[in-house]
């Protein structure tokens, strides 16, 4: 079915060029960093994990919201989904396609990757994100190739492939449950130690992923000829609703802990996030803009989606409605959780994190390579697409 | 009843019997592994008078080396903070790096109010607002960054020291994010151009670019019978004590049975083998 | 041939880069065997010169995993000889120079194995 992808308009070629060349200048800057070492990024010894890990810890985020896709599909029998599953799939493997990549180039020895794999440590959560996400990659490329080329054919899948279908389910809120695992069993870092952690990344997780789909079928439809539906639109556009919401109530419950206990430890790191921390007669407030911009673009968002007028009536409102869901927790989760948890450090001194240039040339290399991948593996979906309604 | 029913309950009647079997039978083969371990340790730490119940670390240790540090020398000796640190340093080639994000510390002077966050500031006694006092890696008794690190390159010796292999760090950093105290340095670039030829210990090793480093508790050292760099670097003095907290006898034992020591963090649940007498 | 022309000469070139290996160094120095500067002051290694030709990295692995991860650094006895498991503090004893020894055979293999980035080479 690759051959799909091997036919297509200028705009297609552009759009694959212009990556290619993102991905180039990252590969570049790649290689700056591996011959230098990680000092050529804004990571620190206060700050040891930056815009790499916060990436990483987003795009698992999306990755598991292709799930939403898939359950109501094959548990619950909403037909309305059957075209758009295989968009869900495809984009969880370019997603965990760019979280291995922004592990890799965030390792500080990374031609010893294998070590993970060749001294497995149960103990450690990073060994079972590692497990976990290889094998929800591994099952999303086997579902979606195989019932695509079911599709091709014009028979159904054959039925040994359900039973990865229904594995992948539990896999996918298994990525992000382990994903945040890896912060909130630390006993040295407040703000991270929360039991609400797991919850509140499947909410956000929930909301952008699908939120990401959305923006996808609409430029699909735009480009590529391919409708996804207006009852499947309107369905995720109701799931990205209420799974923003409940990310903002623990959001809420985050603060109403920190800020009615007052214990420091709780409390400090949203400060530093939403208002600035003072410490020692400075006042600590980098990420400040960035967080109102998360909640402002969050309420627009909801409004976009909200209202009837700009969510049925309005391609392009309920595009920018979803595409501010999708950049508000990109904000929340890829900014905001990370960095914070760093600050104040275990020896109560604040060191704030700004990433370097080279730093976000990689970023951009790697998250160029998702949609990338991404794109071809669309072009080869709507190309079947195409030839089973011919 | 129908049939449907009758198989749903010798299915599961049947799942529970097989179940129950097979985690007791792999039960028992764990636990006589586990047993036959627990024996030979036994053994071990019985030579060495009573043997201490080791509290909730989770690998049973033969010794368990700790150190005592009397933060009151070094108020009495102001340039001691400094010949310790430098011993330190000096010994392991740990190089002195300018940006400060990237610094590398092993063992450094730090205030109360950095060593001891849980602690209060407010009102603080004078020698504690003016004073500074070493800190560095606590060697846990149950060390979250070794829970933590997926290769097993930090793990805990038999001697109770969370020890790196340098050999195996893949450089992911989480042992950093999951130390609670802040002891640990990353290599952000080579360290070679930081360190002087002509002072380097030819002895010990460097590290390279992208691992993690920290104190040892200078294995290499004790293992040939000398005390750590930093503990020779006090003299005669006994600001640092050091020895093994699973000898009763030992002088550290002592020494710990006649003044209050406090730790840092002690309610995080990870039992510093490090104490301080302030 | 159809399109012979462009074969033929495809053909060459290929053939041409896939022995680069041998005929790109005929006559130079390049190609004669190193000569290594064997030390003065020990007969006998640890393990007989073809096994450590072949194995020394081995060696120097499980060496390695034994002395820092169990912490057994009980000495090897070679001949009545105790050796402790170390590079710095074993071999360099007796192989001083890495430029005259270790750099001859690994130059002409091209092997550049990393253990120098932090295991300090005698200074030359």
């Known amino acids: ?390 | 009843m129908d049939k449907k029913r009758r198989n749903f309950l010798k299915i599961a009647g049947i799942s529970t019997l097989a179940g129950l079997g097979a985690t007791t039978g792999l039960g028992r083969l764990v636990g006589g592994a586990q047993s036959a371990v627990a024996a030979t340790e036994e053994a071990a730490t019985a030579e060495q008078g009573n043997a201490v119940k080791q509290n909730a670390g989770d690998t049973p240790c033969v010794n368990r080396y700790g150190m005592l540090i009397d933060v009151r020398k070094f108020r009495e000796d102001l340039s001691l903070g400094e010949r310790v640190v430098q011993a330190c340093h000096q010994e392991h080639n740990v190089p002195n790096i300018p940006v400060k994000k990237d610094e590398i510390k092993w063992i450094w002077m730090t205030h109360y109010e950095n060593a001891f966050p849980e602690q209060p500031h407010l009102y603080l006694d004078q020698t504690n607002v003016e004073f500074q006092l070493p800190i560095l890696c606590n060697h846990c008794d149950n060390p979250p960054c070794v829970r933590v690190c997926p290769t097993k390159a930090t793990f805990r010796d038999a001697n109770g020291v969370v020890i790196m292999d340098f050999h195996r760090c893949i450089g992911c950093r989480f042992c950093m994010a999951a130390c609670p105290y802040g002891s640990r340095s990353f290599n952000w670039s080579d360290p070679r151009p930081f360190l002087d030829d002509a002072t380097m210990n030819k002895d010990f090793p460097t590290r390279t670019r992208g691992v993690v480093e920290k104190c040892n508790f200078c294995t290499e050292r004790t293992r040939v019978g000398l005390q750590p760099a930093c503990v020779e670097a006090c003299g005669d003095t006994k600001a640092i004590v050091f020895g093994n907290l699973n000898d009763p006898d030992s002088e550290i034992r002592q020494m710990l049975k006649q003044h209050h020591t406090v730790q840092r963090n002690p309610s995080l649940g990870t039992f510093p083998s490090v104490f301080y007498i302030v | 041939m159809y399109n012979g022309g462009k074969i033929i000469t495809g053909l060459v070139i290929f053939v041409l880069l896939v022995t680069i290996p041998v005929w790109y160094n005929r006559g130079t120095t390049a190609r004669s065997a190193p000569e290594l500067v064997m030390p003065t002051n020990a007969k006998s290694c640890v393990l007989p010169a073809e096994e450590m030709r072949a194995k020394h990295m081995q060696l120097l692995n499980v060496w390695r995993d034994e002395v820092v991860r169990t912490g057994d650094t009980t000495s090897i006895v070679v001949e009545g000889k105790a050796y402790p498991k170390s590079l710095q503090l074993n071999c360099m004893e007796c192989h001083t120079s890495k430029v005259n020894f270790c750099d001859k055979c690994h130059d002409y293999s091209s092997v550049t194995p990393y253990c120098w980035d932090c295991h300090i080479a005698p200074v030359e």
């Not at chain 1, 130690?193 to 952008?208: E, G, H, K, V, Y």
């Open chain 1, 1 to 390: 079915m690759f051959e799909k992808a091997l036919k297509g308009n200028n705009y297609y070629w552009m759009w694959l060029a212009f990556l290619g060349l993102i991905i180039a200048i990252g590969f570049v800057s790649y290689l700056r960093q591996y011959f230098y070492g990680l000092g050529i990024t804004g990571m620190g010894r206060d700050v040891s994990w930056g815009l790499y890990i916060a990436q990483f810890t987003f795009l698992v985020g999306v990755a598991a919201g292709g799930v939403m896709l898939v359950l109501p599909y094959y548990i619950h029998n909403f037909r309305a989904f059957g075209r758009i599953t295989i968009l869900g799939e495809f984009l969880a493997i370019a997603a965990l396609l760019m979280c291995v990549l922004f592990i890799f180039v965030d390792l500080g020895q990374p031609l010893r990757a294998f070590n993970v794999m060749l001294h497995p440590t149960p103990s450690s959560m990073l060994f079972w994100d590692m497990c976990v996400l290889l094998g929800y990659m591994f099952l999303n490329i086997l579902c979606g190739w195989v019932i695509l080329t079911a599709e091709r054919k014009q028979v159904a899948p054959p039925k040994w492939i359900y039973l990865f279908v229904y594995i992948s389910i539990p896999f996918a809120i298994s990525i992000h449950t382990v994903t945040a695992m890896l912060y909130c069993g630390l006993p040295g870092r407040h703000f991270w130690l929360s039991a609400i952690i797991a919850p509140r990344f499947l909410a956000s997780a929930f909301a952008a992923g699908p939120a990401l789909i959305v923006v996808m079928a609409l430029i699909l439809k735009r480009v590529a000829n391919f409708d996804a539906g207006k009852e499947a639109i309107d369905k995720m556009v109701t799931i990205i609703i209420y799974a923003a919401i409940a990310n903002m109530f623990f959001l809420a419950l985050e603060f109403f802990v920190g800020y009615y206990s007052q214990i420091p430890g709780h409390m400090h790191s949203l400060e530093y996030l939403f208002f600035g921390l003072e410490h020692h007669g400075h006042v600590y407030n980098n990420l400040v803009p960035f967080m109102w911009a998360f909640i402002l673009l969050f309420l627009v968002g909801m409004a976009l989606l909200c209202y009837p007028a700009t969510r049925k009536g309005s391609d392009l409102w309920l595009g920018v409605g979803c595409a501010s869901i999708f950049i508000a927790f990109w904000l929340d989760k890829g900014i905001g959780f990370v960095l914070a948890g760093f600050l104040p450090n275990p020896t109560n001194e604040i060191t704030q994190y700004y990433p370097h240039l080279n730093e976000l040339l990689i970023a951009a290399g790697v998250w160029a390579i998702g949609f990338f991948v991404l794109t071809i593996l669309y072009k080869i979906a709507i190309g079947v697409e195409h030839e089973i309604e011919a």
